[in-house]
T-cell receptor
Framework: NAGVTQTPKFRILKIGQSMTLQCTQDMNHNYMYWYRQDPGMGLKLIYYSVGAGITDKGEVPNGYNVSRSTTEDFPLRLELAAPSQTSVYFC????????????FGPGTRLTVL | DAKTTQPPSMDCAEGRAANLPCNHSTISGNEYVYWYRQIHSQGPQYIIHGLKNNETNEMASLIITEDRKSSTLILPHATLRDTAVYYCIVRVLYGNKLVFGAGTILRVKS
């Protein structure tokens, strides 16, 4: 049981490049989330999913896209990278909507130059 | 979801109890208090949560005031490994989005 795994751990992008941050969980959780954390700040929700095929916007969705084709995977897509997207990205999952804790992955540190 | 207010930083001696306060004066009746922590460069880790009653688990205790406008997270015997940023979060029962504030930096010193 690996929990929530994220790849890559580190990435440097040039402005305008695109990439996909991968997130996989093996706990059969229905709910999955993407957060970003800027230096010295708390986490901000980008997108979340309540099940395969269902996604919704969080607090800061602009510049990102997501898909949820399986229960296990929830990739985050950056289409045109901008310096403002330099951040640490965390993926999380939980079993259900009420009184459930979220389990977080180790994070992906992204730098856009 | 209600907002929370936490002190930016606190120090605690190793082996002593660490008491981390949180104000949530606008909390609604259906909102729970959650505590997470984030050790440097790692993802947040769940600690404890509660609604009205005090709660205790293997990691910590949560004391919620009777009017529910504030709470205190207690780490009974802090160790150096408890040095982290601690987040107090309130959220509705069926809203699964966690909104993280800036948190409290707890420094445990030997």
């Amino acid at each position: 049981n690996a929990g929530v795994t994220q790849t890559p751990k580190f990435r440097i992008l040039k402005i305008g490049q695109s990439m996909t941050l991968q997130c996989t969980q093996d706990m059969n959780h229905n709910y999955m989330y993407w957060y970003r954390q800027d230096p010295g700040m708390g986490l901000k929700l980008i997108y979340y999913s309540v099940g395969a095929g269902i996604t919704d916007k969080g607090e800061v969705p602009n510049g990102y896209n997501v898909s949820r084709s399986t229960t296990e995977d929830f990739p985050l897509r950056l289409e045109l990278a901008a310096p403002s997207q330099t951040s640490v990205y965390f993926c999380a999952s939980s079993y259900g909507p009420a009184l459930d804790t979220q389990y977080f992955g180790p994070g992906t540190r992204l730098t856009v130059l | 979801d209600a907002k929370t207010t936490q002190p930016p930083s606190m120090d605690c001696a190793e082996g002593r109890a660490a008491n981390l306060p949180c104000n949530h004066s606008t909390i609604s009746g259906n909102e729970y208090v959650y505590w997470y922590r984030q050790i440097h460069s790692q993802g947040p880790q769940y600690i404890i949560h509660g609604l009205k009653n005090n709660e205790t688990n293997e990691m910590a205790s949560l004391i919620i005031t009777e009017d529910r406008k504030s709470s205190t997270l207690i780490l009974p015997h802090a160790t150096l490994r408890d040095t982290a940023v601690y987040y107090c979060i309130v959220r509705v029962l069926y809203g699964n989005k966690l909104v993280f504030g800036a948190g409290t930096i707890l420094r445990v010193k030997s």
